[in-house]
């Protein structure tokens, strides 16, 4: 992600240089941004569940904490199957740009790889969630037996 911001940042910052210091903008830089913003954006979907830093409306878990546990279980698996959903529209738009053989105008790339970035980020942020529980069930565990012997 920081390469592709890197990038959008050099590629614009040419585009600003060459449109009002030379007068004569490129056909392509905004074009290539778009398609970077839009790789950034979908596999921040997965960066966002990792470090647990995802936009959420959570106006019922403020006026209730003591179920904001139960709530964010809730919502995250809400989201797991709006996923598991968005796979066959995702498959389905990769497939439709593989057939048509469709290019972008400026930079002639073929529109399937910008299609597949909906596929992989969704796919990603599957395997976060995944991992996300994976791990809150491990930790769970082994902490339970440390408490134990605690007790005795």
């Known amino acids: 992600m920081l390469i592709l911001l890197a990038a959008m940042v050099c590629v614009m910052g040419l585009q600003v240089f060459m449109r009002y210091v030379l007068a004569s903008s490129l056909s392509w830089p905004e074009e290539l941004t778009r398609y970077m913003f839009i790789w950034f954006v979908f596999l921040g979907i997965g960066y966002g569940i990792r470090y647990d830093v995802h936009i959420r409306v959570n106006i019922i878990e403020t006026f209730f904490p003591k179920i904001e546990k139960t709530l964010r279980i809730i919502q995250d698996a809400v989201f797991f199957g709006f996923l598991i959903y968005m796979i066959k529209p995702a498959l389905n738009g990769v497939g439709m740009m593989i057939r048509t053989g469709q290019h972008s105008p400026a930079i002639q790339v073929p529109m399937y790889c910008v299609y597949v970035s909906l596929l992989i ?8 969630l995944i991992q996300k529980y994976v791990l809150l069930y491990m930790k769970k565990n082994t902490a339970e037996p440390a408490e134990k012997s605690k007790e005795q």
Do not use: D, N, Q, Y
Request: cysteine-free.
């Open 121 to 128: 980020g969704f796919l990603i942020a599957i395997v976060r």
